[in-house]
């Protein structure tokens, strides 16, 4: 069904049809409702390429993600339709994996299709943007969310991830564990240098053992993945002349990995080491132990990074100036990061 098919059936102008189903001031409510009701019949639907075309919009944006696989970017996506479904915007989404390569492949893929802005979570192998910083040139408006930075000058939406840290880390010393070690992944990556910034301060603050020797920085590469790469981060922990008593991990995946592979060691959590770090699973009440965990407000960081996109794509021309929204993490904590008990030795 066409603009021409509703025309010749109801003897009007292609025109006029068109403007009726624009709700067009020009056409009187009689013929508008002819038009509409007609249309609605028989299941007429714009083409919205011929459309886009004709406008210069294509009423899509792109977001490109690391990894779909995952309840907090399964939420963060929820937030992203709820604004864009709202301002009429529909979403095109991609997977960098991981791979810088990829992601340059998404920008790519996601500018030819012609999207009026972009979403981008950078990917852990981003440390230069100079990838980004060109599309931005070229006229392409780009929000960073979850993983922000401040290598790169756009609006920005994700948590305060140095102050989350912080606080879990001084959970644990609260609950007082002394050796505490970290699982971060690769130093360059922005949001994970704060992370393991605020773990740093909190050690210091309270004059205790850091250092080197008690992190671990985990990615999987060839031919490994990245429980294999955990398993053997937490494996070397526990061989150090004193092994720390409590792990503080710095992503979902990190963080159920690691419970999963203590397990399998055969070590009790807390009672052997208390772990503690980033997930936003809905499971983690029902885990063995109940899992401590630093709760991230995934909705509200992709509703509130649409939003901006949107609001950059529909007031075009260069800001006034940018802004970076760190929204609080949430701490909830549960029985791996329970108060310690120190061992009795029966002689």
């Given at each position: 069904m066409t603009l021409r098919d509703i025309a010749l059936a109801l003897e009007l102008s292609v025109s006029t049809v068109s403007k009726a189903l624009r709700d067009s001031y020009?056409?009187?409510?009689?013929?508008?409702?002819?038009?509409?009701?007609?249309?609605?019949?028989?299941?007429?639907?714009p083409n919205r390429m011929a459309k886009s075309l004709k406008e210069g919009k294509s009423g899509s944006i792109g977001v490109v993600i690391c990894s779909i696989d995952n309840s907090f970017v399964s939420r963060m996506l929820d937030g992203i339709d709820g604004a864009c479904t709202q301002a009429g915007y529909d979403m095109i989404i991609m997977q960098s994996k991981e791979s810088l390569v990829q992601e340059k492949s998404c920008l790519k893929q996601l500018e030819a299709r012609g999207v009026e802005g972009i979403l981008i979570s950078p990917s852990a192998e981003t440390v230069g943007f100079e990838h980004l910083l060109a599309l931005r040139e070229a006229g392409m408006p780009i929000v960073l969310f979850d993983r922000i930075s401040e290598r790169f000058e756009s609006d920005q939406?994700?948590?305060?991830?140095?102050?989350?840290?912080?606080?879990?880390t001084e959970h644990l010393i609260a609950n007082k564990y002394r050796r505490i070690a970290m699982l971060n992944i690769g130093p360059d990556v922005h949001f994970a240098s704060q992370r393991g910034a605020g773990y740093l301060d909190a050690l210091k603050r309270n004059h205790l053992t850091y250092g080197e020797a008690l992190v671990r920085l985990c990615l999987s590469s060839?031919?490994?993945?990245?429980?294999?790469?955990?398993?053997?981060?937490?494996?070397?922990?526990?061989?150090?002349?004193?092994?720390?008593?409590?792990?503080?991990?710095?992503?979902?995946?990190?963080?159920?990995?690691?419970?999963?592979?203590?397990?399998?060691?055969?070590?009790?959590?807390?009672?052997?080491?208390?772990?503690?770090?980033?997930?936003?699973?809905?499971?983690?009440?029902?885990?063995?132990?109940?899992?401590?965990?630093?709760?991230?407000?995934?909705?509200?960081?992709?509703?509130?990074?649409?939003?901006?996109?949107?609001?950059?794509?529909?007031?075009?021309?260069?800001?006034?100036?940018?802004?970076?929204?760190?929204?609080?993490a949430r701490l909830d904590i549960r029985d791996s990061s329970g108060p310690r008990v120190r061992k009795q030795v029966i002689v």
């Open positions: 020009e056409i009187s409510e009689d013929t508008k409702e002819r038009v509409i009701t007609y249309a609605r019949a028989n299941h007429y639907l939406v994700g948590i305060d991830n140095y102050q989350a840290a912080f606080q879990a060839a031919g490994e993945t990245l429980k294999d790469c955990v398993r053997a981060g937490i494996q070397s922990l526990f061989e150090l002349a004193e092994p720390p008593d409590a792990l503080f991990t710095a992503t979902d995946q990190l963080s159920t990995l690691s419970l999963s592979v203590l397990h399998e060691m055969g070590r009790r959590i807390p009672a052997d080491i208390a772990l503690i770090g980033f997930s936003n699973t809905e499971l983690a009440d029902v885990l063995t132990p109940p899992l401590s965990t630093l709760h991230q407000p995934a909705l509200e960081i992709g509703r509130l990074a649409a939003e901006k996109l949107i609001s950059l794509i529909t007031h075009k021309g260069i800001p006034e100036g940018y802004e970076t929204v760190r929204l609080p």
